[in-house]
């Protein structure tokens, strides 16, 4: 039974509405899945202690984040295919990100180009792989320039794509166009159907310009079989060089990484698994976030990313030494079941629990928070 927490109701009108290949690609890990379990698992290690007598009639969640101001410690993490879930797609999350003051990263492989997502006026920020053609990551990076996105998230943990076994069952990525048991099954799903249809939600519209091949699925593995493989130390400083804006470097799991990445003149990491979607088995998120915040004694910001579901699990992970907390399937499901007003409630829901949770433990806003850091936890 899926663990799906404060977003329980979202993720089942979402499989409910979903085609298979969409909702296995949503939902889905790497190999056995085990670190997609562990990144909830390790969550239910910790408990929060509460405090009474304290004057909890106020509690702000206001944060600064990779040099931003944000209402919420919230940041919808970048999430490939998101236009295919719901006709909304990645701008009608961006009007969501935007209503409550948080940051949203623009996948790569996002159906809505960078440029439409941010006229929103979203706090976005551009999500970038260092391709084999380096002009394509150029290219990208101007892009991001010149429709005002300032900020760019380096995405570290992809020298290559395990095997996914719902994503390999269904063909997804694999095949340059839909098998006729693939269009059956979306024909199952009539609703859906007409709201792609309607979008005309065809192509990967951020990417399209950079591959020859047509339709979703054909673009996606073209695009992906160019993200280097050699990617090392030498292009962070390359990509550190063509960028001035904020840099911030996502899948880093390893204290001596993220020390080597402040060195570098980056502006933030994002603690990341990659949602399971990568190696397994591997630690949770949560489980190396205390050492990497130790390593970097405040240097950076740092955002987790993986296994959120709870208020409590948000509060957790900001006293173990995070900044802000991302969130990606969440937001998916959320976008699936209700478009815009969907990522709204989901959002809205979670900063409610956080406010209990705070309220509970005696903590009234973030500063305090962080300064009774690991104090306020018992681990189990």
Same mark, same amino acid.
Request: net charge positive.
């Given at each position: 039974?899926?663990? %799906?927490?404060?977003?329980?109701?979202?993720?089942?009108?979402?499989?409910?509405?979903?085609?298979?290949?969409f909702a296995d690609y949503? %939902?889905?890990?790497?190999?056995?899945?085990?670190?997609?379990?562990?990144?909830?698992?390790?969550?239910?290690?910790?408990?929060?202690?509460?405090?009474?007598?304290?004057?909890?009639?106020?509690?702000?969640?206001?944060?600064?984040?990779?040099?931003?101001?944000?209402?919420?410690?919230?940041?919808?993490?970048?999430?490939?295919?998101?236009?295919?879930?719901?006709?909304?797609?990645?701008?009608?999350?961006?009007?969501?990100?935007?209503? +409550?003051?948080?940051?949203?990263?623009?996948?790569?492989?996002?159906?809505?180009?960078?440029?439409?997502?941010?006229?929103?006026?979203?706090?976005?920020?551009?999500?970038?792989?260092?391709? +084999?053609?380096?002009?394509?990551?150029?290219?990208?990076?101007?892009?991001?320039?010149?429709?005002?996105?300032?900020? $760019?998230?380096?995405?570290?943990?992809?020298?290559?794509?395990?095997?996914?076994?719902?994503?390999?069952?269904?063909?997804?990525?694999?095949?340059? +166009?839909?098998?006729?048991?693939?269009?059956?099954?979306?024909?199952?799903?009539?609703?859906?159907?007409?709201?792609?249809?309607?979008?005309?939600?065809?192509?990967?519209?951020?990417?399209?310009?950079?591959?020859?091949?047509?339709?979703?699925?054909?673009?996606?593995?073209?695009?992906?079989?160019?993200?280097?493989?050699?990617?090392?130390?030498?292009?962070?400083?390359?990509?550190?060089?063509?960028?001035?804006?904020?840099?911030?470097?996502?899948?880093?799991?390893?204290?001596? %990484?993220?020390?080597?990445?402040?060195?570098?003149?980056?502006?933030? $990491?994002?603690?990341?698994?990659?949602?399971?979607?990568?190696?397994?088995?591997?630690?949770?998120?949560?489980?190396?976030?205390?050492? $990497?915040?130790?390593?970097?004694?405040? +240097?950076?910001?740092?955002?987790?990313?993986?296994?959120?579901?709870?208020?409590?699990?948000?509060?957790?992970?900001?006293?173990?030494?995070?900044?802000?907390?991302?969130?990606?399937?969440?937001?998916?499901?959320?976008?699936?079941?209700?478009?815009?007003?969907?990522?709204?409630?989901?959002?809205?829901?979670?900063?409610?629990?956080?406010?209990?949770?705070?309220?509970?433990?005696?903590?009234?806003?973030?500063?305090?928070l962080h300064t009774t850091?690991?104090?306020a936890l018992w681990q189990?």
């Amino acid at each position: 039974m899926s663990d %799906d927490g404060a977003f329980s109701s979202f993720s089942t009108t979402a499989r409910r509405r979903l085609p298979a290949l969409f909702a296995d690609y949503l %939902d889905g890990g790497a190999h056995g899945e085990r670190t997609m379990a562990r990144n909830r698992k390790t969550f239910k290690r910790w408990g929060i202690v509460p405090r009474g007598l304290r004057d909890v009639s106020s509690i702000n969640l206001s944060t600064q984040c990779f040099g931003k101001p944000w209402d919420l410690p919230l940041f919808l993490a970048p999430l490939g295919f998101a236009g295919m879930l719901h006709a909304d797609g990645e701008t009608g999350a961006a009007r969501a990100a935007l209503a +409550r003051n948080i940051g949203m990263g623009i996948s790569t492989f996002s159906i809505a180009p960078m440029e439409t997502v941010a006229a929103t006026g979203a706090r976005t920020m551009a999500q970038i792989y260092v391709m +084999r053609d380096r002009s394509i990551t150029l290219d990208m990076l101007e892009r991001a320039r010149s429709c005002g996105i300032s900020d $760019i998230i380096l995405t570290i943990d992809t020298a290559i794509t395990p095997v996914r076994e719902r994503d390999a069952r269904n063909g997804f990525r694999h095949l340059s +166009r839909p098998t006729i048991r693939q269009l059956a099954g979306l024909m199952k799903h009539p609703r859906w159907l007409a709201g792609m249809h309607h979008r005309h939600m065809h192509k990967i519209g951020n990417i399209e310009r950079y591959t020859a091949s047509r339709g979703v699925m054909a673009q996606a593995r073209d695009i992906a079989s160019q993200i280097d493989p050699s990617l090392s130390w030498d292009d962070l400083a390359w990509l550190r060089a063509h960028w001035k804006g904020t840099l911030v470097v996502k899948g880093v799991m390893h204290p001596d %990484d993220a020390y080597q990445i402040a060195e570098a003149c980056a502006d933030g $990491i994002i603690v990341s698994n990659h949602g399971g979607r990568q190696m397994d088995p591997a630690p949770s998120a949560l489980d190396v976030l205390p050492a $990497i915040a130790d390593r970097l004694a405040g +240097r950076l910001d740092i955002v987790i990313d993986g296994g959120i579901r709870r208020g409590s699990d948000v509060v957790t992970a900001l006293l173990l030494g995070a900044t802000a907390v991302s969130i990606g399937r969440p937001w998916g499901w959320a976008l699936t079941a209700g478009g815009t007003d969907g990522v709204g409630a989901a959002l809205d829901t979670l900063a409610q629990e956080i406010r209990d949770v705070m309220a509970l433990a005696g903590l009234c806003d973030m500063k305090e928070l962080h300064t009774t850091g690991k104090r306020a936890l018992w681990q189990f």
